[in-house]
């Protein structure tokens, strides 16, 4: 287990604080299902991977859900769409981080950015047909899906919402790390001192 600096977990606490409150200004998309919400909380999960490695982002990631969960509740009554989102946050920001920790530039960071939008949006698509759809049918006591109305959601709605909320946080996160690029180099190079 990865032991953090004291200035390590107050910087992961207000991350996760700052995570929580942009996973609270979510918001839908026109064309995707009402329960698919746009929000921008993986960012500050993928600026503590970045400072302080991939422990500190998925601590973020998994902070973040745990207070949203005893703040808002869940429909189901157990955290089966805060565990749909913690999963989905860590497979975008650990990608992310791998790559980019090989290819430091700018460019490399949008391929980092465009691999963990990929790998979020179809290993959630194959979790949410195995794992997240039926757990949700089950908690709320609603007839399971069959596989084929499983699969027409998960195309037509769940692989392309993550498609573009992936495109969305990649956008609003390169407009940030340009301008924040040396910041964190800097930070890298303070944790590791």
């Known amino acids: 287990m990865k032991k953090f600096s004291v200035k390590a977990m107050v910087s992961i606490g207000m991350l996760s604080s700052i995570s929580y409150v942009l996973m609270l ?27 302080f490695g991939p422990a500190a982002g998925i601590l973020v990631e998994f902070l973040k859900n745990t207070l949203d969960y005893f703040m808002t509740g869940s429909d189901t009554g ?12 860590v497979l975008f920001i650990l990608p992310t981080y791998y790559i980019y920790q090989r290819m430091k530039s700018n460019r490399g960071m949008t391929f980092a950015l465009v691999a963990g939008t990929v790998s979020m949006a179809i290993l959630m698509s194959v979790l949410n047909y195995y794992v997240f759809l039926p757990a949700y049918t089950l908690f709320l006591n ?15 709605g ?17 407009l940030m790390f340009t301008r924040m690029k040396t910041w964190i180099e800097r930070q890298q190079t303070l944790k590791s001192a």
């Open 25 to 51: 200004l979510n918001f839908p998309l026109p064309p995707f299902p009402k329960f698919l919400m746009v929000d921008f909380s993986d960012i500050p999960a993928l600026i503590a991977a970045l400072i």
């Open 78 to 89: 157990v955290p089966v769409g805060h565990a749909a989102n913690f999963v989905a946050g």
């Open 142 to 156: 609603m007839p399971a899906m069959s596989g084929p109305e499983a699969r027409a959601m998960i195309v037509a």
């Open 158 to 174: 769940i692989l392309p919402f993550n498609f573009v909320k992936g495109i969305l946080m990649s956008v609003i996160f390169m």
